[in-house]
């Protein structure tokens, strides 16, 4: 069983389309993130989730949506994309909050292609 | 702005030989650091977890920490082939927040 999943795993789209990327754990962690990686492979928080809870929302525009419905599942919704998305979005869990040394665990990753 | 860095590489070591990898933070308040290392197409995984000065040590490899320096190191003993890949540096901004360097690339030759 995988332990951190995302889908989809490749998303291609034109720009000012809106795309959405779902994650679920099975881990029984209490907090969830979502981190971007660019092209030169800089591994960067946008948000972070415990129980439900947003605790942490980087500089992210407003077009970058997070959503936990429950603390095993944390989903991004992304409004009128941009080139400059254009990235792999991965999605982790932990046990504890990074600020008690949380180890993460990552998603697969979701290469999300804008054209 | 919080800042971790580390050299991109590639560094490239041959098989059985010694690489050693480094990273420096620029927050004092980071109390803890991670060396996560992820291969091409893949996802960052764990290999270890340092949180006081001195070194620790997990099979072939060895994490040093120096906080009054503002320095973490990693070393891989008996390098292998398969040990090619990313090594990203993490550190605790003594938030809720885990800060990435950009990675160093490592290679091993036969």
């Known amino acids: 069983d995988t332990a951190v999943s995302q889908t989809p795993k490749y998303l291609v789209t034109q720009m000012g389309n809106d795309k959405s990327i779902k994650c679920e754990q099975n881990l029984g962690h209490d907090t969830m993130y979502w981190y971007k990686q660019d092209s030169k492979k800089f591994l960067k928080i946008m948000f972070s989730y415990n129980n439900k809870e947003l605790i942490i929302n980087e500089t992210v525009p407003n077009r970058f949506s997070p959503k936990s419905p429950d603390k095993a599942h944390l989903n991004l919704h992304i409004n009128s994309l941009e080139l400059g998305d254009s990235a792999v979005y991965f999605c982790?869990?932990?046990?504890?909050?990074?600020?008690?040394?949380?180890?993460?665990?990552f998603g697969e990753g979701s290469r999300l292609t804008v054209l | 702005q919080k800042e971790v860095e580390q050299n991109s590489g590639p560094l490239s070591v041959p098989e059985g030989a010694i690489a050693s990898l480094n990273c420096t933070y620029s927050d004092r308040v980071s109390q803890s650091f991670f060396w996560y290392r992820q291969y091409s197409g893949k996802s960052p995984e764990l290999i270890m977890s340092?949180?006081?000065?001195g070194d620790k040590e997990d099979g072939r490899f060895t994490a040093q920490l120096n906080k009054a320096s503002q320095y973490v190191s990693l070393l891989i003993r008996d390098s292998q082939p398969s040990d090619s890949a990313t090594y990203l540096c993490a550190v605790n901004d003594g938030t809720d927040k885990l800060i990435f360097g950009t990675g160093t690339r490592l290679q091993v030759f036969p």
């Open positions: 982790a869990s932990s046990q504890d909050q990074a600020s008690v040394g949380g180890e993460l665990f």
């Open positions: 340092i949180y006081s000065n």
